[in-house]
């Protein structure tokens, strides 16, 4: 398989489909590359009891809304999926999988992407990789000796196969709550973070932090100061995390210092002894293929001026964090960065 297009996108999960909406608007000569065999981009690979924390019409992409979970309540990781699949075929995205993107490279003309079934050539490229693919697990002394299970995020199906296990869930954030919710109620947890985890309200929901940071992101334009997301608290208090909370599940403790072969220990010399440490620390943007651009900084990052590359202006990043644009690392907020993107890229296009 080769291609030239006036514009590739790497990626279809949701920040690269927001990118084909506006492109496909836009009339563009475009292509969808995409490493997965199925559409429904990292949603596909969480675990089945994850739900969003927005109402559906407070989770959707440009041009459609994601319809109501049968039953009501917050759509699951399941109803995701289903939804950006449908987004897909109903705007023809031509979304050509599994093709897997290697290296992109500078070209005589444009940019090259080499990938496991051939050459595609681009006068610009929208890399939406997003953050799954790149687990993050922090180093600590004897992380290695730890004679137990040791899984992450990413590799987390549901409690299960933790029955009756001794575990250690690490992180401070709303995977870890929502892990922590669910593991509490089959084995004995002990919950580790860097420092005491803030619930949000109850009644504060994603639509009223979406509306947030968008009250933020405008004030900052206008050289105003509002609250951020973070004056908020660190963790959403969906129900499953409310019933934790309730009946005391949602106790934390300070970090560990090192890893020992039966558990973790602090540098008191206290010590708890356990079968399974999961990490929940987060994930590091999916860059490797812009590694010969030579972009990134000593923060792993590539600096932007927009959603644009400022070393390689025929290169833009969407949905990796609010570094590629506020809330674009969400459904609803990954909108507005991709229509700013796309115009910028019509621009430079002429």
């Known amino acids: ?107 005589d003309v444009g940019l090259v992407a080499e990938t496991d079934r051939g050459i595609w050539r681009a006068k610009v490229v929208i890399s939406a990789t997003g953050t799954w693919w790149r687990p993050y697990i922090p180093h600590y002394p004897g992380i290695g000796k730890f004679a137990g299970r040791q899984l992450h995020t990413a590799d987390y199906r549901g409690p299960e196969s933790l029955a009756g296990r001794k575990v250690v869930i690490v992180g401070g954030g709303n995977s870890a709550a929502q892990i922590l919710a669910e593991v509490s109620t089959v084995a004995m947890t002990t919950w580790v973070t860097r420092r005491p985890p803030r ?88 860059l490797s293929h812009l590694a010969p651009l030579r972009l990134r900084g000593s923060d792993g990052r590539i600096a932007v001026d927009g959603t644009r590359a400022s070393g390689e202006p025929r290169l833009h990043l969407l949905g990796y964090g609010d570094w590629t644009g506020p809330a674009s690392a969400t459904l609803i907020g990954v909108g507005r960065t991709a229509r700013e993107a796309v115009a910028e890229t019509t621009r430079q296009l002429g």
């Open 199 to 286: 619930l949000i309200r109850d009644e504060v929901d994603g639509k009223a932090l979406f509306e947030l940071a968008t009250r933020h992101y405008q004030a900052t334009r206008e050289g105003h100061d509002v609250p951020a997301i973070a004056d908020l608290g660190d963790i959403v208090a969906v129900p499953p995390v409310r019933q934790a909370r309730d009946r005391g599940a949602l106790k934390s403790e300070p970090m560990f210092s090192h890893i020992i072969p039966v558990g973790v220990a602090w540098s008191d010399g206290s010590e708890s002894a356990c079968d399974v440490i999961c990490w929940c620390t987060g994930f590091r943007s999916a």
């Open 1 to 107: 398989m080769t291609g030239a297009v006036d514009v590739l996108v790497i990626g279809a999960g949701q920040a690269g489909l927001a990118a084909g909406f506006y492109l496909r608007r836009a009339k563009a000569n475009f292509a969808i590359l995409d490493a997965q065999p199925h559409p429904g981009g990292a949603w596909r690979h969480t675990w089945p009891s994850l739900r969003l924390f927005s109402p559906a019409s407070y989770s959707s992409l440009p041009g459609r809304l994601m319809p109501p979970p049968p039953g009501g309540g917050y759509p699951s990781a399941a109803d995701t999926v289903d939804y950006l699949a449908d987004y897909e075929r109903r705007y023809a995205l031509p979304v050509h999988r599994p093709v897997l993107v290697s290296a992109v490279r500078r070209g």
